[in-house]
T-cell receptor, first 114, second 114 residues
């Protein structure tokens, strides 16, 4: 079975631009979470979606938004990009929002903002 | 605010030696996860610890959880070079109807030398 997939793998943008990142969860998983990992740090929680609804949000500005589609795939949008948004963006999927098993992470999208 | 602290943050050790990585967290939780990350890669789930006293072992790695002390350990036995990676612990603060995602430590960068 395919794991979590993300696209694109790499992305270069300039300050002020907007970016959309995509994630497809493991088949059968209904919850998707987004994390930002800055170089040398642990991942930081951005959003969790379950059944197309936002179920949790981390401490990120309103420039960050996300949505989940009926097929459980998800998009993360970041507007007005800043240099500090350069990071590895990870998507994780789990069966349910209250799933006590591990979240499974995708390969990530590496975003560079110039 | 939940805080997760790992130590050491950097560890260089010789093959064949034993060592322990510590993970302390600041708020009551009975769900703790250990992940491995290789350079430039995503996160690989190692262990899910879901109750006080939980102990899990996989090969040369063993993880344990003491919820009363808010402490988890990852013990490496007879280290081999292939275990060189960054290891993260993460705590889940899911509560009722909201999802707060995983809170990660800063990671332990482990180098195992011949």
């Amino acid at each position: 079975d395919a794991g979590v997939t993300q696209s694109p793998t790499h992305l270069i943008k300039t300050r002020g631009q907007q970016v959309t990142l995509r994630c497809s969860p493991i088949s059968g998983h209904k919850s998707v979470s987004w994390y930002q990992q800055v170089l040398g740090q642990g991942p930081q929680f951005i959003f969790q979606y379950y059944e197309k609804e936002e179920r949790g949000r981390g401490n990120f500005p309103d420039r960050f938004s996300a949505r989940q589609f009926p097929n459980y795939s998800s998009e993360l949008n970041v507007n007005a990009l800043l240099l500090g948004d350069s990071a590895l963006y990870l998507c994780a999927s789990s069966l349910w929002v209250w799933d006590r098993e591990a979240q499974y992470f995708g390969p990530g999208t590496r975003l560079l903002v110039l | 605010e939940l805080k997760v602290e790992q130590n050491p943050l950097f560890l260089s050790m010789q093959e064949g030696k034993n060592y322990t990585i510590y993970c302390n967290y600041s708020t009551t939780s009975d769900r703790l996860y250990w992940y491995r990350q290789d350079p430039g890669k995503s996160l690989e789930s190692l262990f899910v610890l879901l109750s006080n006293g939980a102990v899990k072992q996989e090969g040369r790695l063993m993880a344990s959880l003491d919820t009363k002390a808010r402490l988890s350990t990852l013990h490496i036995t007879a280290a081999v070079h292939d275990l060189s990676a960054t290891y993260f612990c993460a705590v889940d603060m899911y509560s009722g109807g909201g999802a707060d995602g995983l809170t990660f430590g800063k990671g332990t960068h482990l180098i195992i030398q011949p």
